[in-house]
């Protein structure tokens, strides 16, 4: 550990990867109580588009695939509740037009696209500075944001009808929580790439549920088997000289088998 921890791309990883591993759990939990898996997964594959603008624009890809989600995240809100459309028809529609958008505007732009290749697949050990900053800044935001708010989410999200009822505005929270939940994933995609990253939005706190009596524990656990998840990722992943997302993700997978194993042996 000693030795991974002496290598300046690997302290970015780590740093990037733990705040990562925070902003993600965080938000799983609200994820996966308000069954919005396929939103997550969604926007995923949505910022392809946005990743592409920004690369024929000879602008940080990053920046623009945050914009741009942030921009589909309202879109769907506004469709959600304007329209007779269920939410899983929307985020459908919406996602593989944007990664068709996506897949066109790539074709314009000649030559080998290394950092197209690291969107897609993730690519945690190549973060630079630059990019750390800028997923700080927004991980800050988002964090901020779930911690001013939490009872009114948690509220909102248990029994949406009653806090309606104590005077909540949930129309204005769901909507800020949209935009949040867009951004934290499109964080996500720059480490663990497009198709790996809803897999850290709901494995820590799917885990996180089979062991927890309480909201409460249910956010502490879920944060703490993140960071595990990432940390030990990492760490397999160098050892083995293997691609860290994949690791990563498996690495939770299987923390999650053995703790349903566990989780039955328990009951039974």
Do not use: C, W
Request: no cysteine; proline share 2%; glycine share 8%.
């Amino acid at each position: 550990m000693i030795e991974i921890l002496q290598f300046p791309f690997m302290q970015r990883a780590i740093i990037g990867g733990l705040m990562l591993g925070l902003l993600l759990a965080f938000m799983g939990v609200f994820v996966i109580l308000r069954r919005m898996a396929f939103f997550g997964d969604g926007v995923a594959h949505a910022s392809l588009a946005g990743i592409a603008i920004g690369l024929l624009a000879s602008y940080n890809p990053l920046v623009v695939a945050i914009i741009y989600s942030i921009i589909l995240a309202a879109v769907i809100f506004y469709l959600e509740r304007k329209t007779r459309l269920s939410s899983d028809v929307i985020i459908g529609i919406l996602f593989t037009a944007s990664m068709a958008l996506g897949v066109v505007l790539i074709s314009l732009k000649s030559g080998y696209q290394p950092e197209l290749i690291s969107f897609l697949f993730g690519n945690i050990l190549a973060i630079e500075p630059s990019g750390l900053i800028i997923m700080s800044i927004f991980a800050v935001l988002v964090v901020i944001f779930l911690i001013l708010f939490y009872r009114q989410i948690a509220f909102s999200t248990l029994d949406h009808d009653g806090a309606r009822v104590a005077g909540i505005n949930t129309e204005v929270l769901d909507f800020i929580f949209y935009i949040a939940l867009a951004v934290a994933i499109v964080l996500g995609v720059k480490i663990l790439g497009i198709i790996l990253v809803s897999a850290l939005l709901i494995i820590p706190a799917s885990i996180g549920k089979l062991i927890s009596k309480s909201f409460k524990n249910l956010i502490i656990s879920s944060i703490a088997i993140a960071e595990v998840t990432i940390l030990g990722g990492i760490i397999i992943s160098y050892l083995m000289n293997l691609p860290t997302g994949a690791v990563i993700i498996l690495f939770g997978t299987g923390l999650f088998f053995i703790t349903l194993f566990a989780a039955k042996l328990v009951r039974q």
